[in-house]
């Protein structure tokens, strides 16, 4: 099983953290579908220092969500520290994760995300740091580099390692493919061979199969799972079962689906307010209606929405029109 320094997990898979996405809402519902461990979105060092509200409303952890991992990103040791100790004093979270990887040029020009992935003298010295002023584990997610002549993953995990962090996230893209081409298993297993803390593999991991073919060929200690889980925790449940058992559960129906996203809406709405929540869920109901025919009509008219009643009514009727085809077309078959 994972564990991260004495936190364990009850298996392998985990929740990424993905920027504008990760928050409780979603996080508890990837929860409820078995994941070993979530993480939260990154958030800003310097948000935290300053008490901005917004930032502090991202550090909300239901107690159902746990174990988490919150990541912080920054450029500068004194404000990234001071972040750090906020988190493992005021928060519950389980695991304090620092961003390496983050590919957006906002973040980078700051000298955080995957601006680091260039020096791993400053990996070390930062993670030194914040080791040194918390008492919760202190984790990693990078990249395997910055583009593909700066390739330091191995001297960068080493520099982790050294420096007390207690486990890596890789995804094996540099910062200038940020999502396109194929990710690098290889060099997952190659710095999961070259440091002896836990290594979670990230990228392209889309069905169950590539989730056990990750561990298989990598040796990693774990599959971190990010877009593959948007409008779809089914990924995360039927990855669960796939490594447990070997038994592949098929794929939700439309009208599971649709159930989820409702209740999803209901954690946003409890989170934010209905108008915020409403909007918010917009790009969500355009993952979970991924994959059930008719849905472009469909997420044309969620986008008009503005209240959860004309939602639940929306995409409740829709269901509806697709059972009602189903059972037509069983009937005359």
Known sequence: MLKIGDIEMKNQVVLAPMAGVCNSAFRLTVKEFGAGLVCAEMVSDKGIVLQNDRTLEMLY???REKPLSLQIFGGEKDTLVQA?????????????DINMGCPVPKITK??????????????????????????KPVTVKMRMGWDDEHVFA?????????AGGQAIALHGRTRVQLYEGQADWDIIRDVKQAVTIPVIGNGDIQTPQDAKRMLEETGADGVM?????????????????YLETGELIGEPTAREKIDVSILHLDRLIALKNEHIAVREMRKHAAWYMKGIRGNARIRN????????????????????EI???????????
């Open 61 to 63: 952890i239901d107690e």
């Open 84 to 96: 750090a100790e906020y988190v493992d004093k005021h928060t519950n979270a389980d695991i304090i």
């Open 110 to 135: 700051c000298d955080a995300g995957a601006k680091w992935l260039l020096d791993p003298n400053k990996i070390y010295e930062m993670v030194a740091a914040v080791v040194a002023a918390v008492k």
């Open 154 to 162: 191995i001297e960068n995990a080493r520099a982790v390692e050294r």
């Open 225 to 241: 799972i990010g877009r593959a889980a948007l409008g779809n925790p089914w990924m995360i449940y039927r990855t669960v079962k």
């Open 301 to 320: 008219q969620i986008n008009e929405c503005t209240t959860r009643n004309q939602y639940v009514r929306l995409v409740t009727n829709f269901a509806a």
């Open 323 to 333: 059972e009602a085809e189903d059972q037509y077309a069983n009937h005359v078959g």
